[in-house]
């Protein structure tokens, strides 16, 4: 089984910047480039140290044919690991084993141990949790072979739960998700043992905020029920040494952070880890985050069509763009390239009836993003 990645020219015209933004040192503007569309709505990017490109299709509006795929090099998308784990279909739940296949797939990472995780929160539609369907899964990527699966119970992904972003340690010895469902919270997972544990779960800072609103090309951004944007902690950022971990809300303004010591220590009270959140700073609504290289922390800021930048004293823009619809999830290349998944949240018919259940999206790459100096 194949999907279709169109694949954009290396002298294609690329989106063209803001005047918001800011020139980097040789006068150029940042910019947004489309490597490849899709005919499905994307969310998740990883690139791995070898150059492959992975990309993951959650079944939110449509029973997506590939949840987690790869970048081949004639523009396809080819199922990974194999068919086999991309064969869940909702109409054949009562047949097929949701432990071994990918059901509703959120997220996906590299880490520096050569894996990909993949993150199934196991809610198609963000809806039901289909039993036995949430799961962390390790594929090494030397043999493109599954070699970790831990599975969530409903006491870590309980209905109504969705998890949906996850960073590794960088001793790939713990995995830190967000929920971003009903309850949110943070869910802390031993990778040597398989425990894990909700910690944050209804403080305040993985909830959404009442006081928020998302809005989309001005408007407030509602189903025709008149339900808006209710997604709690979301998108998640882990400093290079692994020391802090951040995150924030979708419908919330706040970036938070806490010491991931204390998200590990099992001795820690409810109450004392809360204790120890930081909050950070107060913006917009937000989503994917990523902290490169450099140590910058970039911000998908999604009612802004634009990717921002703290640097721990000053929030700037980095490129604005009206055409970026939804950015929302960043990966950094092994040259450092960062690419960035436009999933066009805005576009679905859950907030416009009449679109089709299958959204067309695409994956972009930041091109000369030199740290900006303007807001």
Known sequence: MKDTATPTAADRVPLTAAPASSAGDDGSLPHLREIASFGHQVTGVAVAADGRIFVNFPRWTEDAPISVGVLTPDGDVRPYPDDRWNGWRNARRDELNPQDRWVCVQAILCDSQNNLWVLDPGAPAQAFVVPGAPKLVRIDLATDSVVGCIAFTLEIAPQGSYLNDVRI??????????????RGAIVVVDLDTGQARRVLDGHPSTQTDPGVTVHAGGAPLRRPDGRGVEFSADGIALTRDGLYLYWQAVKGKTLYRVPTEALRDTALAIDEVGNRV????EHRPADGLHIDRTGRLLIAAVEEHAVKVWDGATLTTLLHEPGLRWPDT????????????DSRIPEMNWFKPGHPDALSSRLLIIADAAPSAGG
């Open 169 to 182: 340690s960088p001793d790939s010895r713990f995995a830190y998700i967000t929920d971003s469902g009903t």
């Open 278 to 281: 930081e909050k950070v700073l």
């Open 330 to 341: 960043f990966a950094e290349g092994p040259d450092g390239t960062i690419y960035l998944t």
